[in-house]
């Protein structure tokens, strides 16, 4: 019976090892997935030998899964901060095919998410490239100013948000140069100033015969030695004359072709009137703040012209329409575009549906086109289309001027500055405020008659708002 009970015992104990080693080795496949298993000690009856061996495998399995779980985390962190993406151009706009690249950033400079690593510069905007996830710029696949297209890669980022910027190296440490030796004093009497030379000169003789005479038309005066070098005559040295060639960007490139385009293939011709300014400065002025007030917004010039050229360009139909090679393409709508001046060029945001808009509307989509053109944040699509232009040289103080069309379009309108003249009223003469503006045409499309017509329509809606109202 002892002897029974002693063996069940072991097969017991048997067990409950059998039990711990399993456990322990899915501990080691799973990587800290593991399940405390304590042996009965009061069962084993003394049997120190089997119960040491259970205590180290479970402190085993516990070193070891915790050892692999630590490998594993910063084998992950090291992958992931060791890793190197490559970033590609941004796809771009059906009317752009390529463009020049800018770098603002160098190899080895520190960047956060979404910050400005480069522009490439098209024809028509410049569309920035941002860098997709903090990291360390590892290397350039293209050169700053050469050209890309859509979907190729830019650069190389080292992924991470710790990489931090490579510290410059440090100048070596100056040496001291040691002063030199001091040199041996000459022996010289200290009162004479040099030795003496005795080798002098020889004294010649006086003449003892007597001197031939010269007859004095034979004596020539002769010029004076000069004892020292006449100082060379310098003449006037100007300012520097230097010269510097820069290359054209692509946007500057883009706009000398469209004009000379213009020149080539359309038969332009411009006409002119003049606009008293007095009543649409009177109305500004009345309401400029409650209009600010109720709208947030500045009440400006261009809005009313912006407003009187879409009443225009609907009762003069052709002069928002262009030619489509033998096809003459007339529109519905009316996307009027206005060129604002960027140190980079001339661009032209187009304001959508003119026709549909108020004032209020149009300062707006204005204020919003001006500040992202000031920004350089203008989209391709913010360009695109247009079917007339406004460009207003009176902000640079412009007294005339002769506009040139803005291909494909037809015609363009140019404001100058307001200056106050003596003008005839009512057979009497008065100072006015008054603005020339020229409408430049292309004389294929549009006819003398359509075209002062419509130059006039603008006239009358800018000196009397009323009669967009009244629509007459």
């Known amino acids: 019976m002892q002897a029974s009970l002693t063996m069940s015992m072991r097969r017991f104990s048997h067990f409950r090892w059998l039990a711990a080693y399993k456990q322990t080795t899915t501990t080691l496949q799973n990587i800290g997935a593991f399940t405390q298993t304590e042996p009965n000690a009061s069962v084993l009856n003394g049997r120190s030998s089997l119960h040491s061996l259970l205590e180290r495998t479970r402190f085993t399995s516990r070193l070891s899964a915790c050892t692999l779980s630590s490998r594993a985390f910063h084998t992950s962190l090291r992958h992931g901060a060791d890793e190197v993406i490559s970033v590609n151009a941004p796809s771009f706009a059906d009317s752009v095919s390529e463009g020049d690249i800018r770098w603002e950033k160098a190899v080895g400079d520190s960047v956060s998410a979404d910050e400005l690593v480069g522009e490439i510069e098209t024809d028509k905007t410049n569309m920035p490239v941002y860098a997709p996830s903090d990291g360390v710029i590892e290397q350039f696949l293209v050169e700053d100013g050469a050209t890309v297209t859509a979907g190729i890669p830019l650069f190389k980022l080292k992924l991470g948000a710790g990489a931090a910027k490579p510290a410059a190296a440090s100048p070596p440490p100056a040496t ?265 045409y292309d004389h294929k499309l549009v006819d003398g008659r359509e075209a002062v017509t419509f130059l006039r329509k603008i006239k009358g809606a800018v000196e009397d708002p009323r009669i967009m109202l009244l629509d007459l």
């Open 176 to 440: 001291e140069t040691p002063p030199p030796p001091p040199s041996s004093p000459k022996d010289v009497p200290p009162t004479s100033s040099g030795p003496i030379p005795s080798d002098l000169p020889p004294v010649g003789a006086p003449p003892t015969g007597p001197m031939a005479s010269i007859p004095t038309a034979a004596i020539k005066p002769q010029p004076a030695a000069s004892s020292s070098i006449a100082p060379s005559i310098v003449g006037h040295v100007g300012g520097s004359r230097s010269e510097q060639r820069v290359k054209m960007n692509r946007m500057r490139q883009r706009i000398a072709q469209r004009l000379k385009d213009a020149q080539n293939t359309a038969a332009m011709l411009t006409t002119f009137n003049e606009i008293d300014m007095s009543n649409v400065m009177e109305m500004r002025n009345k309401y400029k703040e409650a209009f600010q007030k109720k709208h947030n917004l500045k009440l400006g010039f261009m809005s009313a012209f912006v407003k009187a050229a879409a009443f225009a360009l609907q009762d003069q139909p052709v002069v928002n329409a262009v030619i489509d090679d033998l096809e003459i393409v007339y529109r519905d709508f009316i996307d009027i575009s206005v060129a604002v001046a960027t140190p980079k060029g001339l661009v032209v945001p187009v304001i959508r549906n003119v026709e549909q808009m108020n004032y209020a509307d149009i300062e707006k989509t204005i204020a919003e086109l001006g500040e992202k053109a000031r920004a350089g944040t203008l989209a391709i699509e913010d360009m695109d289309g247009g079917t007339f232009t406004i460009s207003n040289g009176g902000v640079f103080g412009s007294m005339f001027g002769t506009p040139i069309i803005n291909p494909p379009q037809s015609a363009i309108l140019g404001m100058h500055g307001i200056f106050d003249r003596p003008v005839a009223v009512s057979g009497k003469v008065e100072i006015r405020p008054m603005m020339y503006v020229a409408l430049t």
